[in-house]
């Protein structure tokens, strides 16, 4: 096994200090080769060292300004900073680069609704479930993104396909039955979707809420 993937797999098992020790040789050894510092900056951004952390991205790309993976790293050490303008500028770089991942996607998406651009952030959702159907959570951002957008209908499909793969997804249901109360469905049915938000998470507020208001909405119309 190379020393890299050494590194990973202790930066995973939470052994930082024997991983940076690692990554410093790699770059010692391959002081060409970006990977290393790309790496590296994702160690240090994992302990809070941010300035340092891109001082080796920018190194990185020194070496290789066309490498995908660095400008992905330098997008989500933006997003990390909620400096969502400067990281969709990156990952932008990454996918001209060459980089075409569910994750990437993603986070194009997630940038956009992290700055209240909806509409913006559903082409990058909506791809990124087209390159992995099974990512529950980048479904529900993309239901949340298309009810923002006031296209209910279609949001309430995402939302049902999520609690469909993830019966315990509370924020699932809440939404769903949000969804469902835009679009007029029965109270009876709004009431059993936030049932369930609230048997999954009892102190789940907008839920409890929501179902508060839904049941003097009933109790008005006798």
């Given amino acids: 096994m190379d020393k890299n993937k050494q590194a990973i797999d202790l930066l995973q098992d939470g052994n930082i200090e024997k991983a940076v020790q690692l990554f410093t040789e790699v770059i010692e050894e391959n002081p060409k080769d970006p990977v290393g510092y790309v790496n590296f900056a994702n160690v240090l951004i994992s302990i809070g060292e941010t300035a340092r952390a891109e001082s080796f991205l920018k190194k990185a790309i020194e070496l290789d300004d066309q490498a995908a993976a660095t400008f992905y790293s330098y997008g989500n050490f933006y997003f990390n900073q909620e400096r969502y303008d400067l990281a969709v500028g990156m990952f932008e770089k990454a996918l001209a680069n060459g980089l075409d991942?569910?994750?990437?996607?993603?986070?194009?998406?997630m940038c956009f609704i992290s700055m209240?651009?909806?509409?913006?952030?559903?082409?990058?959702?909506?791809?990124?479930?087209?390159?992995?159907?099974?990512?529950?959570?980048?479904?529900?951002?993309?239901?949340?993104?298309?009810?923002?957008?006031?296209?209910?209908?279609?949001?309430?499909?995402?939302?049902?396909?999520?609690?469909?793969?993830?019966?315990?997804?509370?924020?699932?249901?809440?939404?769903?039955?949000?969804?469902?109360?835009?679009?007029?469905?029965?109270?009876?049915?709004?009431?059993?979707?936030?049932?369930?938000?609230?048997?999954?998470?009892p102190d789940h507020l907008l839920a409890l809420n929501a179902r508060k208001a839904v049941v003097e909405l009933k109790e008005s119309k006798k």
């Fill in 101 to 109: 991942t569910n994750d990437l996607y993603y986070m194009l998406g």
């Fill in 116 to 201: 209240g651009k909806f509409s913006l952030s559903l082409p990058y959702l909506q791809r990124s479930i087209e390159l992995d159907e099974e990512d529950v959570e980048a479904r529900f951002q993309y239901g949340l993104a298309l009810a923002q957008s006031e296209s209910y209908q279609e949001a309430i499909q995402q939302l049902q396909f999520v609690i469909e793969k993830d019966p315990k997804h509370t924020d699932g249901y809440y939404n769903l039955a949000i969804a469902h109360a835009v679009t007029g469905a029965e109270p009876e049915y709004i009431l059993s979707l936030l049932d369930k938000a609230i048997a999954i998470q």
